[in-house]
């Protein structure tokens, strides 16, 4: 038998991959096991921010950019504070998250950095497939989506697409304590979509465009919307842009599991790690890594019991909503921030809720849609 170049690989040197691999790195189980990351691009660029809630100190605290404890959720006609304590709204800065990996990665003699991009994975030979190599492996760990996943008519599909900009302005307009979770005030059609605002300091924030649409837009839209909200209601006339951001999460209750094999496990977006009915990802990714390390270690398949079928199937019915009536987004949104209290919501999105709690939140989100929904999930 051909001993295989390395232990792992992993297929994808972003946020799911690299959060495996430090996981992997700190636990002596895997000592002297050789792994590959192999990555396309040099992740050089700060090209992502992700932000997630926390109601303790966290493991990734030293690389946080700015956090709030306090935020608000506002439309044309309410506008509610967020009192988020115990939690904490943490925004982390992929450049400082990649630059962290990389440097914490290298000093570990198993782990190597490939760039090159995998076209396919053959179960059979243990081999993926790259532009410039081959490699062998015991197990992949594979970060790229599956090709159909789009096609499939059984499954809701909601894309979460956005632009944001870094905006620097001369006078003290932000307060760096608050937070906008949600601003419904600039629209587009009958489109689920708002603006979201993390300020930093007194004159600077990022502020993003965001949809929940099945369908994408061109990126004249976003711009437009963005001056818009800046100009109407932040009331700023002249800004400099900083940096700027844009991305594409797709939202959906496609059965990605279905990929994983003996040899082979779906990772980040590809393994259905994002949380379909919010897009938010890092939190939940570094749960599913937790899970993948004590199933290696229990002896089972990495891919075990990583998602909660309760939650799929609540995610499941709330994508069918908006699928079928992007409309009602706003009002959805408003009833769940107006109704609960914001722990309430935070718990609930996290899967940590009894069946009873459960039931009071989407008893306050109800709609007609929602039995409609459900039918069409049984």
């Known amino acids: 038998m051909i001993t295989p170049d390395y232990f792992y690989v992993i297929v994808g040197g972003g946020m799911a991959g690299l959060q495996l691999a ?3 790195s700190e636990d002596i189980f895997f000592k002297g096991k050789k792994i590959a990351i192999i990555e396309p691009s040099e992740k050089s660029l700060n090209d992502k921010t992700w932000c997630y809630w926390e ?45 962290y990996a990389r440097e914490t990665l290298d ?12 076209s396919a994975i053959d179960s059979v030979t ?19 989506p599956p090709i159909d996943y789009k096609k499939d008519s059984a499954a809701s599909l909601i894309y979460q697409h956005f632009k944001g900009i870094h905006i620097k302005v001369n006078e003290n307009t932000f307060d760096p304590r608050k937070f906008t979770m949600m601003d419904y005030r600039v ?69 990605f599991t279905a990929s994983n094999t003996k040899h082979i496990t779906k990772i980040g977006t590809a393994g259905g790690w994002v949380k379909p009915s919010t897009g938010y990802s890092f939190k939940s990714t570094e ?55 914001i722990q309430d919501i935070f718990k609930f999105l996290d899967e940590e809720t009894s069946s009873s709690e459960d039931l009071r939140i989407m008893l306050s989100l109800y709609h007609p849609q929602f039995l409609r929904s459900l039918l069409n999930k049984l």
């Open 107 to 118: 000093a570990k003699n198993e782990f190597s950095f490939i760039k090159d991009e995998v």
């Open 287 to 341: 749960k599913k890594v937790e899970r993948v390390i004590e199933n290696i270690k229990a002896g089972k398949r990495p891919s075990h019991k990583l998602l909660n079928l309760k939650y799929q199937r609540y995610d499941a019915i709330f994508l069918d909503v908006l699928e079928k009536r992007n409309d009602l987004g706003e009002s959805l949104f408003t009833k769940l921030y107006t109704k609960n209290n």
């Open 187 to 255: 629209k587009h059609k009958q489109n689920t979509c708002f603006t979201y605002v993390l300020p930093f300091t007194a004159t600077e924030a990022l502020i993003e465009f965001t949809y929940f649409t099945p369908q994408l837009t061109e990126e004249t839209i976003y711009d437009k919307k963005l001056e818009k909200y800046i100009s109407t209601i932040l009331g700023i006339s002249e800004y400099e842009i900083l940096d700027s951001e844009k991305g594409v999460i797709p939202m959906t209750d496609y059965t």
């Open 22 to 24: 430090l996981r992997i």
């Open 126 to 144: 243990r081999t993926a497939k790259g532009k410039i190599d081959n490699y062998t492996a015991t197990h992949f760990f594979d970060s790229r």
């Open 55 to 99: 109601s303790r100190p966290g493991r990734w605290d030293d690389l946080i950019y700015k956090q709030w404890q306090h935020g608000k959720f506002v439309t044309t006609d309410i506008s509610k504070d967020l009192d988020l304590e115990p939690y904490s709204y943490k925004m982390l800065r992929s450049i400082d998250f990649y630059n």
